[in-house]
């Protein structure tokens, strides 16, 4: 059986010391304030990132680029190894394509080798637990096409829902309309948004208030929960764009229900651009979405 490699792509948001611990190949996904592109050796700190955002700069999300998916795949493949790459929902973003039409080129030049891209049509650390879950695998002896077949098995059951403090970034990217994005504000309603088995983002609610629109995030993973198939052994992830204090209140409550493994992040600029300063998200496995 050969080896095989796990990479992914930044948009998973996969904790640093994790990448580190496991050798985790990243591709980087770009974003930019003016003409200064980042994500890949130039980086902005989440905090920095936010702050310019909440000063009245507006950045662009990028996807990822295909000299640089070749390079680093390629590196991979010439020292004999397969690759498994667990990518950002296909329907957010043209990078899972790229990825795939990429490693179809780089099998022409290297046909004994072999790579699997996982769709995980899932966003953020929605992607992210599916890395946890691969690697977790990997260590368990399980070869590449198993473990590609367990996450597909499992992918309609990593829940994702969010909420945002301003519906403007939303607006801004089409989500919600520019009516209720100004109407929305002034009236303190929080929306509650989810990825879809399609991985799309799509409405699911309004509250009013943002203690209730965290709590709510909190209760409707408990309705949503399987734990005949997905015990609370199994990871939970709290994301956040910079405002850590509500993203450990969230956690808080989530431990309360029994969880044990849970985990919070930053979420990435890449995927700030659209939700920007404030969003809080809640991912967790159970019924299918």
Known sequence: MADYVITTDSNSDVLPEFIRENDLTIIPQYYSFGDIVYGDELNMP????????????????????????????????????????????????????????????????????????????????????????????????KS???????????????????????????????????TTAVVGSLVNIKPILKVTAEGELKSDGTVRGRKKSLKTLVSRMEA???LEHYGKDRMVAVLHGDCIDE???????????G????????????????????VVGLVHYGQKR
């Open 46 to 141: 989440p905090h920095e990132f936010y702050e310019t955002m909440r000063n009245g700069e507006l950045p662009k999300s990028q996807a990822n680029n295909p000299a640089v998916i070749r390079g680093r795949f390629e590196k991979i493949l010439k020292e004999g190894k397969d690759i498994l790459h667990i990518a950002f929902s296909s329907a957010l973003s043209g990078s899972c394509n790229n990825v795939v039409v990429t490693s179809n080129e780089l099998l022409e030049d290297y046909p004994d080798r072999k790579i699997r891209v996982f769709d995980s049509l899932n966003a953020s650390l929605g992607e992210g637990v599916s890395v946890y879950r691969a690697v977790e695998l990997w260590k368990a002896g």
């Open 247 to 257: 993203a450990k209140n969230v956690a808080d409550m989530v431990k309360e229900l």
């Open 144 to 178: 590449m096409d198993e473990v590609y077949d367990i996450l597909t098995e499992e992918r309609d059951h990593v829940n994702v829902s969010f909420t945002v403090n301003d519906l403007n970034h939303l607006q801004r990217g089409g989500r919600v309309s520019k």
């Open 224 to 226: 949503a929960l399987d």
């Open 259 to 278: 969880f044990t493994n849970v985990i919070i992040n930053d979420v990435s600029p890449s995927i700030g651009t659209h939700a920007g300063p404030g």
